[in-house]
């Protein structure tokens, strides 16, 4: 049990659907990322929210829209994705956003498996 | 830019030991930490290294050479439940932050 949940666990969607990933942390973090995983590729850093507040977007697509109502809750919005997109879209939550200390390690969710046909 | 390298995959077997390497280019160098991902699960925290020197948790150890821009995981008495792939990430002040930079990942196979 990590303290951070994600749903869905797998989506197929087509190209002009628009859905949503949810992720909650129950640790009392107050940072929380989204990444995405291809296989043989590095993690990627998508999204950083500290205190409900974005702090990092590296380059991302418009067609991915983050939401952060909360500091124990984060959304990403699709919109008109590409099959690239396919991939594990993971989320991670630490106790503060950029600090040097092993208390700023990230907890991972469990991912969504996202196909795009 | 900052690079990570470290081998896309290793075997080895139940009970013995390996070890996974890491080396990174950076600037503003803080940690290296590792983390393991079994297949269909969340990557989990293993261990962080700031300072050089060996660090032990059980049956898994983190080196790093700071020098050498170089560290690695050392897995003992291996186990079936090990095989999974384990990343390496550097922590460093590049871009005005310090959240880790990840390797491409090493799939650990263990052979009973």
């Known amino acids: 049990e990590t303290g951070v949940t994600q749903t869905p666990r797998h989506l197929v969607m087509g190209m002009t659907n628009k859905k949503s990933l949810k992720c909650e942390q129950h640790?009392?973090?107050?940072?929380m990322y989204w990444y995405k995983q291809s296989a043989k590729k590095p993690l990627e850093l998508m999204f950083v929210?500290?205190?409900?507040?974005?702090?990092e977007n590296n380059s991302v697509p418009s067609r991915f829209s983050p939401e952060c109502p909360n500091s124990s809750h984060l959304f990403l919005h699709l919109h008109t994705l590409q099959p690239e997109d396919s991939a594990l879209y993971l989320c991670?939550?630490?106790?503060?956003?950029?600090?040097?200390?092993?208390?700023?390690?990230?907890?991972f969710g469990p991912g969504t498996r996202l196909t795009v046909l | 830019g900052q690079s990570l390298e470290q081998p896309s995959e290793v075997t080895a077997v139940e009970g013995a030991i390996v070890q996974i390497n890491c080396t990174y280019q950076?600037?503003?160098?803080?940690?290296l930490s590792w983390y393991q991902q079994h297949d269909g699960g969340a990557p989990t925290f293993l261990s962080y290294?700031?300072?050089?020197g060996l660090e032990e948790t059980g049956r898994f150890s983190s080196f790093l050479s700071r020098s050498d821009s170089y560290g690695y995981l050392l897995l003992q008495e291996l186990q079936m439940k090990d095989s999974a792939s384990y990343f390496c990430?550097?922590?460093?002040?590049?871009?005005?932050?310090?959240?880790?930079?990840f390797g491409r990942g090493t799939s650990l196979i263990v052979h009973p």
């Open positions: 290294n700031a300072l050089d």
């Open positions: 929210y500290s205190l409900e507040e974005r702090v």
């Open positions: 990430a550097v922590r460093s002040a590049s871009g005005g932050s310090y959240i880790p930079t």
């Open positions: 991670a939550s630490s106790q503060d956003w950029g600090g040097r200390g092993q208390e700023n390690e990230q907890f």
């Open positions: 640790l009392g973090h107050n940072a």
């Open positions: 950076t600037s503003g160098f803080y940690g």
